[in-house]
Nanobody, 120 residues
């Protein structure tokens, strides 16, 4: 059973920082693309940042220059460093990863979500 377990959310004042972490566990061959999504109340889930296995990255315009995504392939972890946080960053943040469980099969997995609340 493959699982993504997130940590690092919490309450922070505007201008502060948080670091989210996500670890893949279970039985699998490799972890391909990894990403962070967020979902604010009443809104759809949207991409925040993504990183490929070769460490190419892509960011939502709203977080460019403030957030940094990184991964440790040896530990099957992905991190999201969030700086200069704004109240509009408040959301549940979800880890997402494409994980190959067999040579021919790769599925998309989601973490349980971690709440990030930024107070003004």
């Amino acid at each position: 059973q493959v699982q993504l377990v997130e940590s690092g959310g919490g309450l922070v004042q505007a201008g502060g920082s948080l670091r989210l972490s996500c670890a893949a566990s279970g039985s699998f061959l490799r972890v391909d693309d990894m990403a962070w999504y967020c979902q604010a109340p009443g809104k759809e889930r949207e991409l925040v940042a993504e990183i490929t296995s070769s460490r190419s990255t892509n960011y939502a315009d709203s977080v460019k220059g403030r957030f940094t995504i990184d991964r440790d392939n040896a530990k099957n972890t992905v991190h999201l460093q969030m700086n200069s946080l704004k109240p509009e960053d408040t959301a549940v943040y979800y880890c997402n990863a494409k994980i190959a469980t067999t040579i021919r099969r790769a599925n998309t997995y989601w973490g349980q979500g971690t709440q990030v609340t930024v107070s003004s």
